[in-house]
């Protein structure tokens, strides 16, 4: 079994937006969220939970609410980042919402990022954990 059925694993707010609303060249994204999500861990940042309000429809909200109720771990996490670690991301380069998702990850020990689009951390040396798509997941979970 690999590590990732037992890490804590964060879902990028791109990975909810293109499962809910099933966009076309995404359908990764939303095989991992409604077929798979139940073999992770997740836990969501408050980045994360601040740009799904921003981006979500009351009706996506109530589809995701049903996914997430059948999980044995999901954890909603509100605490913001921690200054020291934010500026660390900033100093490498990171905009302002990078920035809160990468430190934000790093202290809850989270050891994956699923993301289709967070590609400044590719650029950002040593992250303590692995950015990873949603299809690359799913094959993983297959093994």
Known sequence: MNSIRTDLVAL?????????????GFEASARLLFGQITNLRIHVPLQVTVELRHNLLPGEWKELFEVVGRLETFDWNHAPAVVDLFEKYRTQGAKKGDADIGAQLEAAGVQ??????RHFLFEIHNLPFTVISAAEVLAMLAE
Do not use: G, K, Q, V
């Open 112 to 117: 994956w990022l699923i993301s289709e689009n």
């Open 12 to 24: 990028d707010t791109n990975e909810y937006i293109h499962a809910l609303r099933r966009t076309p």
